[in-house]
């Protein structure tokens, strides 16, 4: 077992009607005997994860920018998706790692679960010699196929002109530390799979599953989505690696489990 220290980063919390992310009937979706509830507005926090790793200093994922307002304007997702943060205070990617006394410029390798624009956004920063930027080579090929300022919830200005460097299915990337492919959210959602010696395995699904409502069992779908039913077998890809390493699984959006996580600065895994 490899000796590495796990840190989940606060990146920004935003809030957004449930739809976007659980389909489920008369909770979400109103069936004829929910049609005159409100709709339910919930926190959709976003987190990273730095990796202290023998090999090197990790960091999955970027969070939301702080120019989300002007940056997600032209896609109409500042309304839907607010951040609550305010933009000058604490909360977003650069003072998590500062908590750590840490800088882009301490990354060695950036992991992409993928470019979505609560995701992605922050990847600029990592423009160092240093830094290795990788996503599944799927998604950079969707991605860069893209015209215009956005598609769905990828932003190009996030992402174009970067080094990136593509990964090809379910890849070891340094010992213990091991990055799915499931995709189905978008063309090359992945996973983050770390086995830890003092803690077990932990899988951080990012959005191939948003919520604890959305693992189940059964899955249940979501309004944003690629291909359902690539989302639904990557969800039971997780499940059945889940089952076979006894891994807690991590969601991508969950703010009830967020309460249950040891959270940077204090909290680590090991
Ligand atoms: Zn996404």
């Given at each position: 077992m490899v000796d590495m220290k796990v840190h989940v980063l606060s990146t920004g919390v935003m809030e957004t009607d449930l739809t976007w992310l659980l389909l489920q009937g008369g909770h979400t979706i109103r069936d004829r005997h929910h049609k005159n509830e409100p709709v339910v507005w919930r926190d959709c926090p976003t987190h990273a994860v730095l990796i202290e790793h023998p090999d090197g200093n990790i960091l999955w994922d970027t969070g939301v920018p702080r120019d989300w307002e002007e940056r997600w304007a032209p896609t109409g997702f500042h309304d839907f998706f607010p951040v609550?943060?305010?933009?000058?205070?604490?909360?977003y990617l650069d003072t998590s790692l500062a908590q750590l006394?840490?800088?882009?410029?301490?990354?060695d390798i950036l992991l992409l679960s993928h470019l979505h624009f609560d995701h992605?956004?922050?990847?600029?920063?990592?423009?160092?010699?240093?830094t290795r930027i990788l996503a599944q080579a799927d998604e950079i090929e969707g991605a860069n196929a893209i015209t215009g300022y956005s598609s769905g919830a990828h932003i190009v200005s996030d992402y174009d002109g970067l080094d990136l460097e593509a990964v090809h299915g379910?890849?070891?990337?340094?010992?213990?530390v091991s990055v799915i492919h499931t995709p189905g959210h978008t063309w090359g959602t992945m996973s983050l799979q770390l086995d830890l010696e003092n803690d077990g395995t932990k899988i951080f699904t990012s959005d191939a599953v948003y919520l604890q409502e959305s693992w189940g069992p059964p899955a249940v779908g979501a309004?944003?989505?690629?291909?359902n039913v690539r989302w639904l077998e990557s969800v039971e890809k997780l499940r059945g690696i889940a089952d076979r390493t006894g891994a807690e699984v991590i969601f991508g959006h969950d703010a009830e489990q967020r309460k249950s996580l040891r959270l940077a600065p204090d909290g680590y895994y090991s």
């Amino acid at each position: 077992m490899v000796d590495m220290k796990v840190h989940v980063l606060s990146t920004g919390v935003m809030e957004t009607d449930l739809t976007w992310l659980l389909l489920q009937g008369g909770h979400t979706i109103r069936d004829r005997h929910h049609k005159n509830e409100p709709v339910v507005w919930r926190d959709c926090p976003t987190h990273a994860v730095l990796i202290e790793h023998p090999d090197g200093n990790i960091l999955w994922d970027t969070g939301v920018p702080r120019d989300w307002e002007e940056r997600w304007a032209p896609t109409g997702f500042h309304d839907f998706f607010p951040v609550r943060e305010p933009v000058d205070g604490p909360g977003y990617l650069d003072t998590s790692l500062a908590q750590l006394e840490m800088t882009s410029d301490d990354v060695d390798i950036l992991l992409l679960s993928h470019l979505h624009f609560d995701h992605a956004a922050n990847a600029k920063m990592f423009t160092n010699p240093k830094t290795r930027i990788l996503a599944q080579a799927d998604e950079i090929e969707g991605a860069n196929a893209i015209t215009g300022y956005s598609s769905g919830a990828h932003i190009v200005s996030d992402y174009d002109g970067l080094d990136l460097e593509a990964v090809h299915g379910d890849s070891e990337i340094v010992p213990g530390v091991s990055v799915i492919h499931t995709p189905g959210h978008t063309w090359g959602t992945m996973s983050l799979q770390l086995d830890l010696e003092n803690d077990g395995t932990k899988i951080f699904t990012s959005d191939a599953v948003y919520l604890q409502e959305s693992w189940g069992p059964p899955a249940v779908g979501a309004a944003i989505v690629w291909d359902n039913v690539r989302w639904l077998e990557s969800v039971e890809k997780l499940r059945g690696i889940a089952d076979r390493t006894g891994a807690e699984v991590i969601f991508g959006h969950d703010a009830e489990q967020r309460k249950s996580l040891r959270l940077a600065p204090d909290g680590y895994y090991s």
